[in-house]
């Protein structure tokens, strides 16, 4: 076996994981510059608002580069604000997410970062909200003085009490469900300790949002927008592209939001109408940009250029698909690699091809035929029949359909899907 090959592969496998960029190590290692007019529109709205309570809904397909975006955006302002962000999927589970644990979150998570960070809140407040969170969360005096001990730091302690007790998550919905407004009193009362020790306004930005069931972001943002913008400093959230479908909930952000709602598209790779056309050329400026991101996630000497070139088309411009991709293909080299240890190993056409076919069997498992009428409806004419309509939203959900924006908007489908319906003779 190449136990030089070997390696190379698993470097490269781990280098193409499913996870946002977060730390320096990662950016130093992985940035792309490609979305500085998303920034720039974030930048405006938190500092041109006349209002220091203004919130900001992000809103883009799974795996666009929100996470990453929004964490550079956090990093970009911080020497102005006291920046807090965080994933709710790590905060709480995420099969129990809703309006009240969210806010329960945004107070913890203000104050772990103020004792990340030395905030020097006064005693006296700091004791009265420590004895708060402790009655709120049920942990009894004894139970705190022991396990803190242990964990040097309550907040850590009611974080991680947060997400994994059901009970404590019950026992805080029941008891802020009707009176929503003393749990934001108390945000706020964080929020002024440490804005006025830091002398920096608050902005939190909650990532992660836009992962959860369409039904469940229905409820949170259609049924408690009014609670989860309550605070008194910025807040940005984020929520899936699909649920912007629903009128209702449309209207109700905007109206919450003061219309700041904030799109992230899809990289077009193609110009509207132009996939079809096996000999048009991808648009050079996202084609060079979705290649640079494999080029620093793989060596190029275990990939073949024009594989590289396949590997970015079949993406449909979604960052995180151009990864899914190239981390199936390190998969099946791995294995290729132990199987048959004489052979000089890379990922080529034929690599390609087997974990396409792969992914293409995961996109097929859970269509049927309503579906799959769908998919060729909108296929055929850039848009469905009924664009309201649940299969849809749940198929533009999960990344069989891509949104892309001109002037209008239009729809295409994700290019392995396409595949499926040539399988089907759907086209």
Known sequence: ???????????????????????????????????????????????????????????????????????????????????????????????????????????????????????????????????????????????????????????????????????????????????????????????????????????????????????????????????LCLPGFRIIYTIPISALRETALKTTIEAETNDQIVPMPVLKLFNKGDSRDANIQPRAETFDVLCEILEKRISSELIAKETIKLIVINSGGVLRELVRIANECCRICLRLIRRKPDEKVMIDNNILDEAINNIRNDFALPLGKSEYQILQATYQNFKPEDPKQQEFLDLLHGLYVLEYRNRQNWYDLHPIVVELLRDEGLI
């Open 1 to 227: 076996m190449s136990e030089e090959r070997l390696q190379q592969f698993k470097q490269a496998y781990g280098n193409l994981e499913l996870v946002p960029l977060l730390t320096q190590k990662e950016i130093s290692q992985f940035k792309v510059d490609y979305a500085e007019k998303i920034l720039d529109e974030l930048v405006q709205l938190v500092e041109d608002s006349p209002n220091s309570d203004g919130k900001i809904v992000f809103t883009g397909h799974r795996g666009c580069g929100k996470s990453t975006l929004l964490a550079e955006f956090g990093r970009k302002i911080e020497d102005k604000y006291f920046v807090v962000f965080f994933s709710i999927a790590e905060t709480i589970e995420m099969s129990d997410i809703n309006h009240i644990n969210i806010l329960f979150s945004i107070a913890v998570n203000l104050m772990l970062q103020a004792e990340a960070r030395r905030v020097d809140i006064p005693k006296s407040t700091k004791d009265a909200l420590e004895k708060w969170f402790a009655k709120r969360t049920k942990t009894e005096e004894t139970s705190i003085q022991s396990e803190t001990a242990i964990e040097k730091n309550l907040f850590k302690l009611v974080s991680t009490k947060l997400k994994v007790d059901s009970k404590i998550r019950y026992e805080l919905k029941q008891e802020f469900e009707r009176k929503v407004s003393e749990l934001v009193a108390q945000i706020n009362i964080i929020a002024a300790a440490i804005q006025s020790a830091c002398q920096k306004e608050i902005l939190v930005i909650i990532d992660d949002l836009d992962k959860l069931d369409l039904g469940v972001v229905n409820h949170i943002f259609r049924d408690n927008i009014k609670a």
